[in-house]
Antibody, heavy 120, light 107 residues
């Protein structure tokens, strides 16, 4: 089965750092761009960052640019999100997600179960 | 950034009803539009990609249409398991952006 399993969430104070991990299985991880998408409590979905299959193309939402770093280790089938200078508004469930079967134009076809980050 | 606007924000309907949710992009996104279903406490699920391509395993009562700036998700005959929140997402360019969501409730 295709699966994404996030870990690393927790409760931190404003200004602190946290690293999220996402272990992928059931598909050729190195062939796909990967995303982080977040959802604040009771709110909608917000795209955070994307990293291309080879790690060369990276984009960030303006809300996290300069504070978050996305990375991947294709030898370990793992995606990361290093979050620093955390703010209360970063409180959310963070989803690891995979681009659509052909490319990013085809949406996000696999999502993890999410990991909760609380900044307070 | 491309803004995505869904309407309505919420809708009440009964089992068996036909429901349409619309999504408007602030600029032309061709057919690069995806629809997701999200139930409370769960991750979103991709229903439709490229505006009208139904994902495997998604019931045929779901359909998508549109191109350019105006898109529609239609559920032809609501089933109890369809009551959820639905999001559109433009997949034309980064930053990808989502609509604010449409909550589909039981009448």
């Amino acid at each position: 089965d295709v699966q994404l399993l996030e870990s690393g969430g927790g409760l931190v104070q404003p200004g602190e750092s946290l690293r999220l991990s996402c272990a992928a299985s059931g598909f050729t991880f190195s062939s796909y761009s990967m995303y982080w998408v977040r959802q604040a409590p009771g709110k909608g979905l917000e795209w955070v960052s994307v990293i291309a299959s080879g790690g060369n193309g990276i984009y960030y939402a303006d809300s996290v640019k300069g504070r978050f770093i996305i990375a991947r280790d294709n030898s370990k089938n793992t995606l990361y999100l290093q979050m620093s200078s955390l703010r209360a508004e970063d409180t959310a469930v963070y989803y690891c997600a995979k681009e659509g079967v052909i490319n990013y134009h085809y949406g996000i076809d696999v999502w993890g179960q999410g990991t909760t980050v609380t900044v307070s | 950034d491309i803004q995505m606007t869904q309407s309505p924000s919420s809708v009440s309907a009964s089992v068996g009803d036909r429901v349409a949710i619309t999504c408007r992009a602030s600029q032309d996104i061709s057919s690069w539009l995806a629809w997701y279903q999200q139930k409370p406490g769960k991750a979103p699920k991709l229903l439709i990609s490229a505006a009208s391509t139904l994902q495997g395993g998604v019931p045929s009562r779901f359909s998508g249409s549109g191109s350019g700036t105006d898109f529609t998700l239609t559920i032809s005959s609501l089933q109890p398991e369809d009551f959820a929140t639905y999001y559109c997402q433009q997949a034309n360019t980064f930053p990808i952006t989502f609509g604010q969501g449409t909550r589909l409730e039981i009448k």
